[in-house]
């Protein structure tokens, strides 16, 4: 006789930030994270060697690019926790766990890429548009949170 099936559908937690792993600028900067980028377009911009990344997070801007055909780097991703309070960002920033992206609306409209990225996460992460700067920021978490930043 076959073992019973389990009918009732088991839901896997898994933490969305604890995907983060640790680049050098100098050791990885031309390592691709994805086809289309590399380490160090997601490096803070005070030119600190160390690279926090998600996993997720290039893959995310590599979706965003196959959809539009348009090449870009990110406006911003880890940030050290000076570079951040210089940018005037959150104290707790996911940009300062290497849980954030800043990704530009190149080909699209701001709004069109808040609205993919919308339906790409669901119910998880962090989304905020900045129409007038032309970007939307992506938080990787498992809560939902949506903002509207200018």
Known sequence: MPPKMETEETKMDIDLSAMVTQY???KHGDMYLA??????????KDGSD???????IPLVCQIVRNQTGKGFSPNSAYRTV??????KGAAKSNHIYGNAVDI???????QSLYNFLDKLVGDTCELGIYKTSGFVHLGIQNTK???VGD
């Open 50 to 56: 160390a690279v926090f990344i998600n996993v997720l």
């Open 82 to 87: 000076t570079h951040n309070k210089a940018s």
């Open 24 to 26: 050098s600028v100098a």
């Open 145 to 147: 949170v949506r903002f």
């Open 104 to 110: 530009p609306a190149v080909g699209w409209t701001a």
């Open 35 to 44: 086809p289309n980028f590399k380490v160090k377009e997601f490096a803070c």
